[in-house]
Structures are given as structure tokens and as C-alpha cells.
């Protein structure tokens, strides 16, 4: 089976940064996509960017130009980089994947999620 396992998250004052990563182990065959979630409480879980098998990334208009991901795929990983952090960015965020995990059956994993607070 397939597992991912988040890191980075934790307290940061407003404009601050945080780097969170994500890491998938288990039986892969190739990853077609990496991405972030994140859930603020009382919210619906919201998209926050994607990065394909080709490098090509997208990202939700609330975060474009101040987080960045990036995905190492010889380490099964994903990066959020997170700049100019604010206040309403406090959420917990997790890292989705659509992993290949046969070579006919591919589907999306999710990580336990990581609590990023920003506030002063």
C-alpha cells in the first residue's frame, strides 16, 4: 500500500514563511500529480495548487505569487513553499497524490495533514 507522510508545518508570524513537504512510500509505479489541500476551520476543503509529471504547476488565485510548489520525483516528494504568509492562510493542509501503484490502477492518496498557524 501507499502512504504519505507530511512535515513542516507549525507556527509563523504574519510575513513570515514555511516550507512544508510531503514524501510517498510504498508499492509506485510512477506519480502523475502532487498537489496541497487545505482546510481552515469552519471551511470547505480548498485547493491550493498542483504540479504535474512535467513540472507544469497551477495554483489557486489566493496563493499565486506566494507559494510555490515543486516535486522531486526520484524522492517521491512534494513541496509547498510558503511566502508572505497571513493570517487567513491558517489552516491544515494536506498533500494529495494520483499515484500508479499497479501497472493498470492509478487513484489519488492523501497525507495525514500538517497545522499551519499564522499569527502574531
Known amino acids: 500500500q501507499v502512504q504519505l507522510v507530511e512535515s513542516g508545518g507549525g507556527l509563523v508570524t504574519p510575513g513570515g514563511s514555511l516550507r512544508l513537504s510531503c514524501t510517498a512510500s510504498g508499492s509506485i509505479f510512477s506519480i502523475n500529480t502532487m498537489g496541497w489541500y487545505r482546510r481552515a476551520p469552519g471551511n470547505e476543503r480548498e485547493w491550493v495548487g498542483d504540479i504535474m509529471s512535467s513540472g507544469i504547476a497551477k495554483y489557486a488565485e489566493s496563493v499565486k505569487g506566494r507559494f510555490t510548489i515543486s516535486g522531486d520525483n526520484a524522492k517521491n516528494t512534494v513541496y509547498l513553499q510558503m511566502n508572505s504568509l497571513k493570517p487567513e492562510d491558517t489552516a491544515v493542509y494536506y498533500c494529495?497524490?494520483?499515484?500508479?501503484?499497479?501497472?493498470?490502477?492509478?487513484?489519488?492518496?492523501w497525507g495525514q495533514g500538517t497545522q499551519v498557524t499564522v499569527s502574531s
Open positions: 494529495n497524490m494520483n499515484i500508479r501503484y499497479t501497472s493498470l490502477t492509478a487513484r489519488n492518496f
